[in-house]
């Protein structure tokens, strides 16, 4: 496939595109495709990967959800007046835009070029207002900690690694995995993150997984994840 020509795209994609190269001079043009429909990411074995928040290409609208009365939003607190919520492992965003649809206010990083790039994009197309940064959550939550506005939240989804026996998930989810590849240093950022918190660090893990870190205070248990909260002391 060839590289995209980026100097032929709208000038806030180019924007985009050079903000990745400059992060990583590696990072490569080919794979991507551009229409007015948007951006594209072309996977030579599984497919294309294409973010579309308001068509719901990655499942942004959670069927019959409760509102409020879901795990996710007790967890971060939107009943007890937690606002603002900082999404330190943004990925393809499903949570952030979820909680930001219930009122929170979300900011978030994303360490992968071409997931914060294709993540970008669509927000733009979508017009969400969400400031993402293309950094590693582990400096950029010490730049929080120094803040005086800390977010209330600071959530953490870490990609766990997959079970080999589970059943294969939808196209975009597996190339969205080969992409990112497993968090193996999700560790670290759990210390990281309650020090940039206000409130509370909420971390996302399959159900029967272990803790992510010491210290845990209570958790929420669906069907298939948990959220584990972290109290500010
Ligand atoms: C499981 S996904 C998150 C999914 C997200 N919660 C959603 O609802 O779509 C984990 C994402 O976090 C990113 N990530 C993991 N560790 C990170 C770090 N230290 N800094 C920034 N991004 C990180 C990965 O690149 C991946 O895109």
């Not at 994009?121 to 959550?137: C, M, Q, Y």
Request: aromatic share 8%.
């Amino acid at each position: 496939m060839n590289a995209i020509n980026v100097s032929s795209l709208p000038l806030t994609l180019q924007q985009l595109f050079r903000a990745c190269l400059e992060k990583d001079p590696q990072f490569s043009l080919q794979n991507f495709d551009y229409s007015q429909e948007g951006l594209v990411y072309k996977d030579p074995q599984l497919g294309e990967l294409k973010i579309d928040i308001l068509n719901d290409s990655v499942n942004y609208q959670r069927q019959g959800h409760r509102g409020k009365q879901e795990i996710i939003a007790k967890a971060v607190g939107l009943n007890k007046g937690n606002k603002t919520i900082f999404d330190a492992t943004f990925g393809l965003g499903q949570d952030a835009l979820f909680l930001m649809d219930l009122g929170a206010q979300i900011s978030g990083c994303e360490r992968h070029p071409v997931i914060w790039l294709l993540m970008k994009e669509a927000l733009l197309r979508a017009d969400k207002s969400i400031e993402l940064i293309l950094e590693d959550a582990m400096s950029y939550l010490k730049v929080l900690s120094e803040s005086p506005q800390k977010p209330d939240v600071v959530y953490l989804d870490p990609m766990f690694p997959h079970k080999k026996k589970s059943a294969l998930p939808r196209k975009e989810m597996q190339i969205f995995r080969k992409i990112a590849g497993d968090d193996i240093d999700s560790e670290q950022l759990l210390s990281a993150a309650l020090s940039a918190a206000r409130d509370r660090v909420v971390v996302k893990r399959p159900l029967r997984s272990p803790d992510l870190g010491k210290g845990k205070i209570h958790s929420f248990e669906g069907t298939t994840v948990r959220y584990d909260i972290y109290k500010v002391l």
